[in-house]
Antibody, heavy 121, light 108 residues
Framework: QVQLVQSGAEVKKPGASVTVSCKASGYRFTDYYIHWVRQAPGQGPEWMGLFNPSGGKPMFAPNFEGRIILTSDMSTGTFYMEVRSLRSDDTATYYC??????????????WGQGTLVTVSA | EIVLTQSPGTLSVSPGEKITLSCRASTSVRSDFLAWYQQRPGQAPRLLIYATSTRATGIPDRFSGSGSGTDFTLTISRLEPEDFAVYYCQQYAGAPRTFGQGTKVDIK
């Protein structure tokens, strides 16, 4: 079955960077986009960007363009998101998510368990 | 960017009741690209409905979706105890994907 397992919680200082990993299993990694979504405490989800495992160009929400980097290790099916220049308002739970179909315009059937990133001086 | 506004913010209801949640878009959304999610405390969102009215795998038929253009609704016909949660609409018609701010359904 499809599983997305994320790395553990992180505490970072303002200005630092953080990398969240998302290890996929149960499907062919190149077939499905991986999306990144974050959710600040008490807020709705916020889409950050998508990674195209078949080598296409990633897409980013305007709020995150230039501040996040999306990469992968296709040998292990692990996807990474690096967020740079952290601010206190980046404190949130970060999720990777995968559509149920191999299409760019598709909802998110599968989600990782979430990674809490706390930014505090 | 398409802004999704959900109402009400909170709905206090009793088990067994029927409820309707609203999601209004700032500009028209193709009905193929509107979804609803349920989120329980401490969990990731769970896909309920996609393409406005299609239930995701394993979702009971007490959940239904409808709408078009800028106005969409999620209806839960008979609330079960496990349905008390926060519900989000999402449009995935393009970038950026956007979510509503959520409707919390709690026990009266």
């Amino acid at each position: 079955q499809v599983q997305l397992v994320q790395s553990g919680a992180e505490v970072k200082k303002p200005g630092a960077s953080v990398t969240v990993s998302c290890k996929a299993s149960g499907y062919r990694f190149t077939d499905y986009y991986i999306h990144w979504v974050r959710q600040a405490p008490g807020q709705g989800p916020e889409w950050m960007g998508l990674f195209n495992p078949s080598g296409g160009k990633p897409m980013f929400a305007p709020n995150f363009e230039g501040r996040i980097i999306l990469t992968s290790d296709m040998s292990t099916g692990t996807f990474y998101m690096e967020v740079r220049s952290l601010r206190s308002d980046d404190t949130a739970t970060y999720y990777c998510a995968r559509p149920g179909v191999a299409a760019r315009l598709a909802p998110f059937d599968y989600w990782g368990q979430g990674t809490l990133v706390t930014v505090s001086a | 960017e398409i802004v999704l506004t959900q109402s009400p913010g909170t709905l206090s209801v009793s088990p067994g009741e029927k409820i309707t949640l609203s999601c209004r878009a700032s500009t028209s959304v193709r009905s193929d690209f509107l979804a609803w999610y349920q989120q329980r405390p401490g969990q990731a969102p769970r896909l309920l409905i996609y393409a406005t009215s299609t239930r995701a795998t394993g979702i009971p038929d007490r959940f239904s979706g409808s709408g078009s253009g800028t106005d969409f609704t999620l209806t839960i016909s008979r609330l079960e105890p496990e349905d008390f949660a926060v519900y989000y609409c999402q449009q995935y018609a393009g970038a950026p994907r956007t979510f509503g701010q959520g409707t919390k359904v709690d026990i009266k």
